[in-house]
């Protein structure tokens, strides 16, 4: 199955988490707030000048950096 | 004394619980173990007194923000009869993995099950005898912002703290270690004890999100706002400042005069020229500072913080910093120590660093009164928005250039995660409890350093006895002399000199320091003024003030937080060489302009 980045999300579009490839200090705060393998995450928006991104998982608005997103993979949905 | 821990996730309504419990009588104290400062307060509950503190807001214990292991230190160092467990109601699946933490540490606890009235419009359902089993502590439903449900949770802290029941401590930091395991046992009882609709709709945030983080709008109706906030302040403070000055005024006139006729002359010059006026001076600044902090708490607590950290952070990006380096900014508006202690939540050395570098030049709420003061002294009522404005913004643009210098030798970055929360309408009494405490704040370091500052000023300017007060032959003419070859290039003569000397210890002595050097305060301190500076002179005085090192406490807490005295005195070497190099460009430059 071809899995995407969450990076690269179309605003508005949904994914499933399949991977989380990061360090371990960043997976454990990842995880704190919610993203863990088999939940889903909706990209919501993104500021201008490749500024960070908007997720939304389950019921938490988090922002994270593009560069960042990109170690988050997923299972891109509809 | 048994002493009861509060802990919870950032954004769990915490401090609001914390103040709640404790009233406003909380006190900042030092812990073994650790080396910051938590707000602790000692209550009665039931018929025994009790120790409340709150812990730093952390994501799980296992963490490596200094936040986190803040709070393993102090569990490791200081004993705690009753943990108190803060969970935001709303967001309870992604909480109850570091309840279940805590839980594991075998300490007494009580689950407190905050913002349920959100919970409730957002439909979440909660079976709380499950939960309260899945937890193995009693739990309470409550909301701390409207006190719902605060007597039922004060009166389990009482009940559970009474229990003859053996607390254990966590004994080393293997107590801490993390378990993939408690994720599925969270999960679990989720299922269990919670049910929820299956899509969260936040309408009313979303909404406001849809133009607060516009992608070409944000920006410029963030900076619309901070200056609607600013205007607000000025143009509802100033009049209040003019009744007040005009109040110690009347008082000094009627009443204080007469005591002239009692004391001995260097007595009454001490009190009155002294005390009375370098204290009246800023006094009558306190109602411009209450609406200040009134305002920034509204912000702070409504949410939009991390709005504008999501805003700012592609600016931020392009000089070394993230996003929160501007919020810092922003909180540095009030004043720079807090601020500085803020850049915790910042791992990386380096960012941390270059943040707590740039902190300092954000114009404080003691640097405004200065401003303000000076301002509509010698600018005329349409002119002075505008001349705040320009600083404010000389404030942003020295913070940034300063970042994008240095960022090769600091900085560096780290993942960047943050919560957006809700947007909340904080409550009236939320935001007064909050300007309170701000406002304590204030005039607590304001007396402590005002007067033994407008004292000392006092004496520099009458000693030695014999000759004239305030003249080239007394201490303080001494010193502006030493000063003179330095400072009359950006304009600043010998008495202004001695008022910046004074300013480095704290910069609400400087208008107070100002009372007593011209011998005068309220209206006729501004005449005085106006006679002595023009408009060139004042604004780079005000340019050398905005710059260099605001106070000595923000020299206490650079070092104190860096850790490094290098790094403090690159600080105030780079601050000190920066104020006076702005101050010398623009002062000459205005001189050859002609003005």
């Known amino acids: 199955m071809n899995l995407i980045c969450l990076s690269e999300l179309a605003i508005g579009q949904r994914g499933i988490i399949e991977e989380v490839e990061t360090e371990e200090q960043f997976r454990w705060r990842l995880q704190a707030l919610g993203f863990r393998i088999g939940r889903e995450v909706q990209l919501i928006r993104q500021a201008l000048f490749g500024g960070p991104l908007q997720v939304r998982i389950g019921s938490v608005n988090v922002m994270l950096r593009r560069h960042d997103a990109a170690f988050i993979h997923l299972r891109a949905m509809g | ?595």
């Open chain 2, 1 to 595: 004394m048994k002493r009861i821990a509060l802990l919870g996730m950032p954004n769990t309504g915490k401090s609001t619980f914390f103040n709640r419990l404790t009233g406003a009588g909380a006190r900042i104290g030092n812990w073994p173990g650790i080396t910051v400062d938590l707000l602790s307060a000692k209550i009665l509950l039931g018929t025994e007194m009790v120790e409340v503190v709150d812990l730093p807001g952390l994501y799980d214990l296992h963490g490596f923000a200094e936040d986190e292991q803040v709070v393993r230190r102090f569990l490791l160092n200081n004993p705690v009869d009753l943990l108190c467990i803060i969970l935001n109601a709303t967001q309870i699946d992604q909480q109850l993995p570091l309840a279940l933490q805590l839980r594991r540490l075998g300490l007494r606890a009580v689950a407190i099950m905050n913002m349920t009235d959100e919970a409730e419009q957002l439909g979440i359902r909660f079976d709380a005898a499950a939960l309260a089993a899945g937890l193995d502590c009693p739990v309470c439903f409550i909301s701390a912002k409207y006190g719902r449900g605060f007597p039922e949770a004060r009166e389990t802290l009482r009940h559970v703290l009474s229990l003859d029941a053996p607390t254990a401590s966590p004994t080393s930091q293997t107590d801490f270690v993390a378990d993939e395991a408690l994720i599925a046992e969270a999960e679990k009882l989720i299922a269990r004890s919670v049910k929820m609709p299956r899509v969260l709709e936040y309408g009313l945030s979303e909404r406001i999100d849809r133009f607060a983080l516009h992608p070409v709008l944000g920006v410029p109706l963030f900076f619309l706002a901070l200056f609607l906030l600013f205007q607000a302040v000025y143009t509802l403070g100033t009049p209040l400042q003019d009744g007040v000055a005009w109040l110690l005024e009347q008082f000094r006139e009627l009443g204080l005069v007469h005591l002239q006729a009692i004391l001995p002359g260097w007595l009454y010059g001490l009190l009155v020229e002294g005390v009375y006026d370098g204290l009246g001076t800023v006094a009558s600044f306190v109602p411009v500072i209450v609406l200040f902090f009134l305002g920034m708490a509204l912000v702070e607590d409504s949410g939009y913080l991390s709005r504008i950290a999501f805003l700012m952070d592609a600016l931020m990006a392009r000089v070394g910093l993230d996003g929160r380096g501007f919020v810092m900014l922003l909180m540095g508006f009030g004043c720079n120590v807090p601020a500085l202690m803020g850049t915790r939540v910042i791992r990386a050395r380096g960012l941390r660093l270059l943040t707590m570098l740039i902190i300092p030049f954000s114009l404080c709420s003691a640097r405004l009164q200065v401003f303000i003061f000076l301002i509509s002294a010698l600018f005329s009522p349409t002119e002075a928005p505008l001349v705040l404005l320009t600083l404010y913004a000389t404030s942003f643009l020295i913070a940034l250039a300063t970042a994008l210098l240095f960022k090769n030798r600091l900085g560096g970055g780290e993942p960047l995660l943050i919560e957006l929360p809700p947007y909340r309408l904080p409550t009236f009494q939320q935001v007064v409890l909050r300007a309170w405490h701000e406002i304590h704040h204030f005039l607590s370091r304001a007396t402590r350093f005002i007067v033994a500052g407008v004292v000392a000023i006092w004496l520099l300017t009458h000693l030695p006895t014999g000759v004239p007060a305030g003249g080239p032959e007394t201490l303080a003419g001494m010193f502006g002399g030493w000063l003179e070859p330095l400072l009359r290039p950006i304009g600043i003569d010998q008495q202004m000199a001695v008022v910046l000397l004074f300013g480095f210890v704290a910069k609400e002595i400087v208008l107070g320091a100002m009372a007593v050097v011209y011998g005068v305060q309220g209206s006729a301190l501004a005449q005085l003024t106006a006679q002595h500076m023009d408009w060139v002179q004042a604004f780079s005085f005000m340019l050398f003030t905005l710059v260099y090192t605001p106070c000595l406490s923000t020299v206490a807490t650079l070092r104190g937080e860096s850790k490094s005295l290098a790094f403090t005195g690159v600080s105030i070497a780079w601050s000190l060489a920066l104020a006076w190099l702005l101050s010398f460009v623009f002062y000459q430059s205005a001189r050859l302009l002609g003005y």
